[in-house]
């Protein structure tokens, strides 16, 4: 297939991200998605759950946490989450003892980053209002 003919497929959005947690430390992710991001956790399949890890959704963004025997937390890559609400965000974040570093080089949105738990990196993303 050449890559000049039209695809007969589409990308229609993201169903979730998966982050990577080591054994055993799914109550510290709770604690941090579900308690301070107040994001809401989603029952796993019983095949899936008995590998561990854990799931939640926040709106539209389902972010995903699997046990990996070798950890290492993603410093770098990270998802990227629209919100609503960014200050707000940033104060609960803070208030939870989390650090928020903001970032001004994402045109047309305002962003800041935040480190879970685990070293995991996160970006939220609110789009700017036309004045």
């Known amino acids: 297939m050449?890559?000049?003919e039209a695809p007969q497929h589409s990308f229609n959005g993201?169903?979730?991200v998966q982050l990577a947690i080591p054994p055993g430390a799914e109550d510290r992710i709770r604690a941090f998605y579900g308690g301070i991001l107040a994001m809401v956790e989603l029952e796993k399949p019983p095949v899936l759950a008995a590998r561990?890890?854990?799931w939640f959704r926040g709106g539209?963004?389902?972010l995903h946490f699997g046990v990996?025997?070798?950890f290492v937390a993603?410093?770098?890559?990270h998802p990227g989450v629209l919100v609503t609400g960014i200050d707000?965000?940033?104060?609960?974040?803070?208030?939870?003892?989390?650090?928020v570093e903001w970032d001004d080089n994402f045109p047309g949105h305002r962003r800041c980053y935040a480190v879970d738990p685990l070293?995991?990196?996160?970006?939220?993303?609110?789009?700017?209002t036309a004045a």
């Open 88 to 99: 707000a965000l940033a104060r609960r974040l803070t208030a939870a003892g989390v650090e």
């Open 2 to 4: 050449s890559t000049d």
């Open 68 to 70: 990996e025997q070798e």
């Open 52 to 54: 561990g890890g854990c």
């Open 60 to 62: 539209g963004v389902e």
């Open 14 to 16: 993201l169903h979730h």
């Open 119 to 128: 070293g995991n990196r996160l970006e939220f993303l609110e789009p700017e």
């Open 74 to 77: 993603a410093r770098k890559a």
